[in-house]
């Protein structure tokens, strides 16, 4: 015990020797070069403009800081939206992995295969040229239903006492989304939803089959069984690797840089290269998702202890 | 606890010292080679041709830095460097030049620890717009889709030009300068904006169809492209400097890679002092007295560098003219 104790102080100790060195010599470095620290570059104008705010206001006049408020906002909408959506669309094909039909059970596989072993930025870079690439201009918007325009500037479709009409170069009015946004939206939900199908097949495969048929035999239906019996008890396998995979999600937002779509990193490239303060950048980008995934992982983890069997905590 | 962190603080100050305290000069020689970063691919500034070896004139000063530090125009290996990467890869030493169309500003010369040694291009900001927009102006760009390169002076010039011109736009912002193109050509941008030496590099080097694309008349910024060192290190900042300022003081003295042989036994004394054959202007910066012989045999002066990169592209010579023939290339004395 204390022999345990005394390495562990020694290690802690040794890591504070690395990090207080680094420290030094980074600040050393920025002192002789006269390169600027500090955080109090966030108050100045950031002078850029953001493709899209998400309905937030935000203008070239604007701070870096509000400008880092919009990426972390805009990351949040792609990352909230693309976990739901992952998740209804990997469940579905986790469900029709095991499905008795063969055919729709093999084409979930051939799916998950599929997308799983191809990096996830080579598909964003399918799903972006497939909207840049194959959709008209604006002013040849294809119009799939009255007043929904489709373009390689985006969806447009119309909101109550407001629609999208064409004036000059693009649509104004009703909301839209984005070529950038629907590209990284879409790349997240199916790359992702290959992985959950996985978690929630071997889910279900972890209830005995017995259960199964103990719930038909009690005159339930497949259906019923499934939702009473089945899942219930596949959800406390479930539960603890799916965070992962949120946080993943979460995680590979980041990549929309490589397609345009102005998330939190985007935007915190471009602070570090006008400011030169690379240091403090990387540090909010940490800062910020080091908080995101902690908090994704502390609700699963309390939602998770629901779900779980009383008494057979660990 | 506390202790230990100030035991920390002496070892690492103790560590630093030393090894900030060789010069990037001294470094670089030990080494062996320049280390420059340069654009990822941009034509006449800086490009691999087609057996892979980099050309334009930012990799010429490139060259010639290493003609004037090792007399061997070939002692340089390159780092492609995104416009978002390039201050980073500078700052932490990654590259010991940058040569990259970068923009000369106060706060790039300032904050960012940079100093910018002289210009190599000077440029400025223009609009390229799909022909069939039949746009004649970019006073007519209100509402557009704009597609920019982030982390350049270009993203900041076209908020400020838009804010001034009470307009607004959307961009598009995309790292790669190929993703960026393809977004364009694509037409999910009605205009990309870059310094008129890009839009004329791009447009007749990367466009699928040239005349499909006009720049439009306005240039809405001044853009003096020049290289770049770190803050803090005067011999290897005079070292950069005077290479490009040779290049051009060369072609104001009529020296080029073909007559150079020939130079060395000029009479006249700016001749010799600029070969080397008398007084010993090498050794104040530090290098061989036929540093500027070796850049201009080996690399070529500047007017010959513009002919071999960017001429072949469309290029006039304009602004980039040396001072006595209307431009403004103007090289203190080398003496």
Known sequence: MRRGLIAQAALVAALALVLGWLWQNAAHNLETRKIASGFAFLWREAGFEIGETGGLAYSAADSYLRALAIGLANTFRVAAIGIVFATVLGALLGLARLAPNWLLAKLAAAYVEFVRNVPLVVQLFFWYALISENLPGPREALQPLPGVYLSNRGIFFPLPGSAPQLAGFNFTGGASLSPEFAALLAGLITYTAAFIAEIVRAGILSVRRGQLDAARSLGMTRRQALRHVVLPQALRAIVPPMTSQYLNLVKNSSLAVAIGYPDLVSIANTTINQTGQAIEGIAIIMAVYLTVSLAISAFMNWYNRRVALKGLRA | ?335
């Open chain 2, 1 to 335: 606890m506390r202790t230990s962190f100030v035991w920390a603080g002496a070892i690492a100050l103790g560590i630093a010292g030393p090894a900030l305290a060789q010069s990037t000069l001294e470094a670089v020689k030990a080494k062996g080679f320049v280390q420059c970063g340069v654009n990822t691919g941009l034509a006449g500034f800086s490009q691999p041709d087609s057996r892979g070896v980099w050309r334009g004139i930012d990799v010429d000063l490139c060259r010639a830095v290493a003609a004037a530090v090792f007399g061997d125009a070939s002692k340089v290996r390159f780092t492609p460097l995104t416009a978002q990467q390039r201050f980073t890869a500078l700052q932490s030493g990654e590259v010991d030049v940058l040569s990259r169309n970068t923009t000369w500003t106060i706060t790039r010369d300032t904050s960012l620890g940079l100093n910018f040694v002289g210009v190599n291009f000077y440029d400025g900001q223009g609009f390229m717009v799909h022909r069939k927009l039949n746009v004649k102006s970019a006073k007519q760009l209100n509402g557009a889709t704009i597609c920019v390169q982030p982390g350049t002076t270009t993203e900041l010039n076209l908020a400020d030009y838009f804010r001034a011109n009470r307009m607004t736009f959307k961009p598009v912002v995309i790292e790669k300068l190929e993703e960026v193109l393809n977004a364009y050509f694509a037409g999910r941008c009605d205009v990309f904006t870059t310094d008129v030496s890009g839009l004329v590099s791009v447009r007749g080097s990367r466009a699928p169809n040239p005349a499909d694309h006009v720049i439009l008349p306005e240039v809405i910024s001044k853009e003096p492209l020049g290289p770049a060192v770190r803050h803090g290190d005067d011999r290897w900042f005079d070292v950069v400097k005077w290479s490009l300022f040779a290049m051009i003081e060369a072609e104001e003295m009529g020296l080029t890679s073909k007559n150079i042989d020939k130079a060395l036994e000029s009479k006249d004394p700016a001749v010799q002092r600029f070969v080397g054959a008398t007084g010993d202007i090498g050794k104040m910066l530090g290098l061989d007295n036929r540093w500027a012989f070796n850049i201009v045999k080996q690399v070529g002066n500047y007017g010959e560098s513009f002919e071999a990169n960017l001429a072949p592209l469309g290029f006039e010579r304009g602004l980039n003219q040396l001072w006595t023939k209307g431009g403004i290339l103007y090289a203190p004395p080398i003496r």
